[in-house]
């Protein structure tokens, strides 16, 4: 059912101006795909050390700890950057992403690595609202931070993946 529509739209997408525009530009790939990594490196960077803060393996006093706030605004950024590259990559070339399985893998798994990013974002909140409490998360939240690592560490993995299927 899914799989009809999606070779339908690839097909559609693979003819029109723009994609036929990229498929003759050698070079554009290999600089989108730079705009790619190094949007990833800030949201992965910005992501780990967030999620390790959750954890309570980095403490108030590293050099680290005020990153993780500090680097918010950019991660939103490297993720707009990130789904503005990986659209121009798949406009290039449609069929190689939307039909491979991988790819699919690795959307699911980014709205999932997303809701668990904003769950804790929102207990963080919450936490730090209230003054009675040392700002120490709840075994649950220690718990989503550990699968959010998880996750992105997966979409990772399937981002290089999807080169091999
Ligand atoms: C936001 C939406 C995103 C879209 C639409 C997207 C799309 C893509 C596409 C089409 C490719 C090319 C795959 C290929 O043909 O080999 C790619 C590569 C890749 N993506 Fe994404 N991506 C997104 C977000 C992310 C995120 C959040 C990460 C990691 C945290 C990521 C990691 C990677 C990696 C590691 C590669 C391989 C780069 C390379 O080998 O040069 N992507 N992405």
Known sequence: MINPFIKQLSLSIEQTYLSQSLQGVEWIVAVVQTVHILALCTLMTAM??????ALGILHRNHVLYPLAS???GPAHIA?????????VMIIGEP??????PIFQLKMLLLIA????SIYL????????NHSFSKNNLHFFEKLIALISIGLWLAI??????IAYT
């Not at 780990?48 to 803060?53: A, G, L, T």
């Not at 974002?121 to 730090?128: F, G, L, P, W, Y």
């Not at 990772?156 to 993946?161: D, I, K, V």
């Open 48 to 53: 780990m050390i967030s999620n390790f803060k």
């Open 70 to 72: 500090a680097l918010k």
């Open 79 to 87: 993720l707009l950057v990130l789904f503005l590259s990986g659209l």
């Open 95 to 100: 069929a190689r992403a939307l039909l491979n």
């Open 113 to 116: 690595a997303v809701i668990c």
């Open 121 to 128: 974002s929102v207990a963080q909140k919450r936490i730090a």
């Open 156 to 161: 990772l993995f399937a981002g290089r993946w």
